[in-house]
């Protein structure tokens, strides 16, 4: 099982950046898919990014933060980030990280689709203001 806490929310003006971490507990970080989602009030969730397992390495982009947003993992330190550049006020939301622990070969649909994740953490708000 895969215990997963997220940090680095916070508010930003509009056009500055963040940087969120996802803490995974367990040794086998490394074997796991990574995604990042949210949710803004009254909208469904929405994916961010995800990154597959290391033997892997892809990673996929929602096309509203592609070319601002990169998602990275550390297994040494068994956390992901997402770096989020050139902020906007659409970006406020709460971030949550999931964990997934199939290690086949997927199109990004499937990474984008949080029910194919086990793991979630428990959310960190990011609030951008204009």
């Known amino acids: 099982q895969v215990q997963l806490v997220e940090s680095g929310g916070g508010l930003v003006q509009a056009g500055g950046s963040l940087r969120l971490s996802c803490a995974a507990s367990g040794r086998t970080f490394s074997t796991y898919n990574i995604g990042w989602f949210r949710q803004a009030p009254g909208k469904e969730r929405e994916f961010v990014a995800a990154?597959?397992?290391?033997?892997?390495?892809?990673?996929y982009y929602a096309d509203s933060v592609k070319g601002r947003f990169t998602i990275s993992r550390d297994n040494a330190k068994n956390t992901v980030y997402l770096r989020m550049n050139n902020l906007n006020p659409d970006d406020t939301a709460v971030y949550s990280c999931?964990?997934?622990?199939?290690?086949?070969?997927?199109?990004?649909?499937?990474?984008?689709?949080?029910?194919?994740?086990?793991?979630w953490g428990q959310g960190t708000q990011v609030t951008v203001s204009s």
């Open positions: 990154l597959t397992w290391s033997g892997a390495a892809a990673t």
């Open positions: 999931a964990a997934d622990s199939n290690r086949g070969y997927y199109s990004g649909t499937y990474y984008a689709t949080p029910a194919n994740y086990d793991y």
